[in-house]
Nanobody
Framework: QLQLVESGGGLVQTGGSLRLSCAAS????????IGWFRQAPGKEREGVSC????????NYADSVKGRFTSSRDNLRNTVYLQMNSLKPEDTAVYSC?????????????????????WGRGTQVTVSS
């Protein structure tokens, strides 16, 4: 059974950094692109980043470009989201989700709407 577990959230001051982890189990990790999403109170969930199943391609929302970096370790079945220069508007619950690519080690990222199989999320709070 596909399972994603996020960790690494916490409270940080404006300008600080956090690294989130998304640990995957129950499926062949090399077939799946992984997306990071966030949802702030009273707002809709938004896509933050995608990393292809090969790790060779990443996409980012405009709001986080240049500050967030996604990477993956296919030996550890884990995807990371390094978040730097954090702002109060980054405060949200961050979740990861999976998308099965047509081939293993694909270099493509699907639209954010294509992702499913969500983790439960980890809270990130940025104080001003």
């Amino acid at each position: 059974q596909l399972q994603l577990v996020e960790s690494g959230g916490g409270l940080v001051q404006t300008g600080g950094s956090l690294r989130l982890s998304c640990a995957a189990s129950g499926f062949t990790f090399g077939y799946y692109a992984i997306g990071w999403f966030r949802q702030a109170p009273g707002k809709e969930r938004e896509g933050v980043s995608c990393i292809s199943s090969s790790g060779g391609r990443t996409n980012y929302a405009d709001s986080v470009k240049g500050r967030f970096t996604s990477s993956r370790d296919n030996l550890r079945n884990t995807v990371y989201l390094q978040m730097n220069s954090l702002k109060p508007e980054d405060t949200a619950v961050y979740s990861c989700a999976a998308y099965r690519s047509p081939t293993r080690n694909s270099d493509s990222c699907p639209p954010f709407t294509a992702f499913g199989s969500w983790g439960r999320g980890t809270q990130v709070t940025v104080s001003s």
